[in-house]
Every structure is written in structure tokens, then in C-alpha cells.
């Protein structure tokens, strides 16, 4: 276990479904991140949060709209999917991301939108 | 931006064997050089890094190695195990901001019994 746990493992939406994806870090970090990974493709930062403020946005859609109401949860609120959109979602956290440190991920949810 | 090639995307070896991954990046900027490694079904976990200031770092069966004049860094992986089969990442630091990190495509890792 890295401390990083991620709600649902698995989630089926429909394009026109709202859904939220969860992350809970237990390390006493002050960054999160969201990631998203597609087959064969490299890991696609969206989302970078410290200190609970949003640093980074990597022109991520706005039907992807993330929340950090504390340094220790992360959500993702999805709505109006995409086919396209179906991936893993990684959430990841660290000591903080001002002075660099090593990133834990949690197990993933992985999203399949009809 | 930083842009991270990533070869073989497949690599089967015996075990006992050596395995070795390369990765090149384009920001001469970048510091900061990671390997992650994950397994089915989990996410991925550093498993050793490596900063601009060293060649070379070593732990246990790993090393990775590091020219920042030429752009690559490697990962080498000796005396391999079944439980070394996963799928490898490289990565590096977008610019000097080490928490941003571009990933290379990874490697799937195969070592035969």
C-alpha cells in the first residue's frame, strides 16, 4: 500500500452521467495530483493542487472539473464524457510541489464511458 | 515542452538476464530523471531516481545512468527475477520544476522462468 487509496476501482457512465472519482492521501502530504493514463500512451498530467490550490491545469477539459476541499482529498467530477475519456485515472500526492519530491500514486480508477 | 522517448515498449528476457531501458528527452533544462514501476492493477511506484548533477546511481540490482549532453538516461536492471516483470516509466522534470514530470510510454517488462 503506497497511502494513496482511490474510489471506485472501477466505474461504467454513460455520456450523459455525473460521476465523482475519489482520493485519499494518509501521508501528511500537501500536493495532489490527478493523472490520466491511456493504453500504450505516456501518463498525461491534468491536475496539480498545493497546499489545497489549484497550480496547474493541463488544458484539461471542462467537463473534468477537480476538487480540494483539504490537503488530504482529491475528487475528479465528471460530466458529458466522451468515449474518448475512457482511461485509468491516477491520483498522486507528495511532500509538496514547490521543492520537489517523489509522487505516490494510488491504485486507479479505471473509467469506461459508453 | 518536454517530450520523453521511451524504447523498447517490450522487452522479454530469461531470468538471470539483464534488462535494460532507454529514455531520451528533449529539455536541456530538465534535472530530475525518476523510474517508476507498475504492476496489474496498481499504480505506478518510484523505484529509483536519478538528478542531473550524477552520471550514474545505483541500488541493489538497479541503476540508472544519466547523459545530460546527449539527452538519455537508461535503466539497467540486472540479475532479473519474475517479480520484476511490470510495466517500467521513465520520466523527466518539465524544465527545473521537479514535480512536473513528462513520461515516456513505458516498457513492458517480461522475464522468463
Known amino acids: 500500500e503506497t497511502g494513496v487509496t482511490q474510489t471506485p476501482r472501477h466505474l461504467v457512465m454513460g455520456m450523459t452521467n455525473k460521476k465523482s472519482l475519489k482520493c485519499e492521501q494518509h501521508?501528511?502530504?500537501?500536493?495532489m495530483y490527478w493523472y490520466k493514463q491511456s493504453a500504450k500512451k505516456p501518463l498525461e498530467l491534468m491536475f496539480v493542487?498545493?497546499?489545497?490550490?489549484?497550480?496547474e491545469n493541463n488544458s484539461v477539459p471542462s467537463r473534468f472539473s477537480p476538487e480540494c476541499p483539504n490537503s488530504s482529498h482529491l475528487f475528479l467530477h465528471l460530466h458529458t464524457l466522451q468515449p474518448e475519456d475512457s482511461a485509468l485515472y491516477l491520483c498522486a500526492s507528495s511532500q509538496d510541489a514547490i521543492a520537489g519530491s517523489e509522487q505516490f500514486f494510488g491504485p486507479g480508477t479505471r473509467l469506461t464511458v459508453l | 515542452g518536454e517530450n520523453v522517448e521511451q524504447h523498447p515498449s517490450t522487452l522479454s528476457v530469461q531470468e538471470g538476464d539483464s534488462a535494460v531501458i532507454k529514455c531520451t528527452y528533449s529539455d536541456s533544462a530538465s534535472n530530475y530523471f525518476p523510474w517508476y514501476k507498475q504492476e496489474l492493477g496498481k499504480g505506478p511506484q518510484l523505484i529509483i531516481d536519478i538528478r542531473s548533477n550524477v552520471g550514474e546511481k545505483k541500488d541493489q540490482r538497479i541503476a540508472v545512468t544519466l547523459n545530460k549532453t546527449a539527452k538519455h538516461f537508461s535503466l539497467h536492471i540486472t540479475e532479473t527475477q519474475p517479480e520484476d516483470s511490470a510495466v517500467y516509466f521513465c520520466a523527466a522534470s518539465i524544465g527545473s520544476n521537479d514535480y512536473k514530470l513528462s513520461f515516456g510510454a513505458g516498457t513492458t517488462v517480461t522475464v522468463r522462468a
Open positions: 501521508l501528511g502530504h500537501n500536493a
Open positions: 493542487y498545493n497546499f489545497k490550490e489549484q497550480t
